[in-house]
Antibody
Framework: QVQLVESGGGVVQPGRSLRLSCAAS????????MHWVRQAPGKGLEWVAT????????YYADSVKGRFTLSRDNSRNTLYLQMNSLRAEDTALYYC????????????????WGQGTLVTVSS | EIVLTQSPGTLSLSPGERATLSCRAS???????LAWYQQRPGQAPRLLIY???SRATGIPDRFSGSGSGTDFTLTISRLDPGDFALYYC????????FGGGTKVEIK
């Protein structure tokens, strides 16, 4: 079955960096676009970033553009989110999620989700 | 950016009752590119509906989606105990945005 396991969260000071990972299993990782979605404590969902199945196309929410970088290692079935210049408003549970479309253009909704990794930005 | 407004904020119902959740878009959502998710406490969201009315794999047929343009509805025909949760709509026509959520609670 599809499994997505996030890691790398923690407490970090404002202005510092953190790298999140998402280990995928149970499906052919290279065939699917992937996304990050976050949820601030007690708040709703916010899309963060998307990467195409082969990694050449990347899209970011305005709130993280220029600070966050998405990448993937298809040989390791792993998705990464490099987060720089972190701010208090980046505090959230970060979910890795799969796009449902096999190959081709992203559908841009999410058919499988991980359990999330918590990032807390605080001095 | 397409803003999605969900109503009501909270829906208080009893098991077995019908739930009707609304999602209104600030501009037309082309090709009905709208999804619905359920989020139970302490859990990740789960896809229920995509393309406004298509049920995701494994979703019971008591969940149905309808609507087009700017007005969309998620209907749960008979509430099971496990259906008391938060529900979010999401559009994927122009970038990706979520609604603020509707909580379905036990009356």
């Amino acid at each position: 079955q599809v499994q997505l396991v996030e890691s790398g969260g923690g407490v970090v000071q404002p202005g510092r960096s953190l790298r999140l990972s998402c280990a995928a299993s149970g499906f052919t990782f290279i065939s699917y676009a992937m996304h990050w979605v976050r949820q601030a404590p007690g708040k709703g969902l916010e899309w963060v970033a998307t990467i195409s199945y082969e990694g050449s196309n990347k899209y970011y929410a305005d709130s993280v553009k220029g600070r966050f970088t998405l990448s993937r290692d298809n040989s390791r079935n792993t998705l990464y989110l490099q987060m720089n210049s972190l701010r208090a408003e980046d505090t959230a549970l970060y979910y890795c999620a799969r796009d449902p479309t096999l190959w081709g253009y992203e559908s841009n909704y999410f058919d499988h989700w991980g359990q999330g990794t918590l990032v807390t930005v605080s001095s | 950016e397409i803003v999605l407004t969900q109503s009501p904020g909270t829906l208080s119902l009893s098991p077995g009752e019908r739930a009707t959740l609304s999602c209104r878009a600030s501009q037309s959502v082309s090709s009905n590119y709208l999804a619905w998710y359920q989020q139970r406490p302490g859990q990740a969201p789960r896809l229920l509906i995509y393309d406004a009315s298509s049920r995701a794999t494994g979703i019971p047929d008591r969940f149905s989606g309808s609507g087009s343009g700017t007005d969309f509805t998620l209907t749960i025909s008979r509430l099971d105990p496990g259906d008391f949760a938060l529900y979010y709509c999401q559009q994927y026509d122009s970038s990706l945005t979520f609604g603020g959520g509707t909580k379905v609670e036990i009356k």
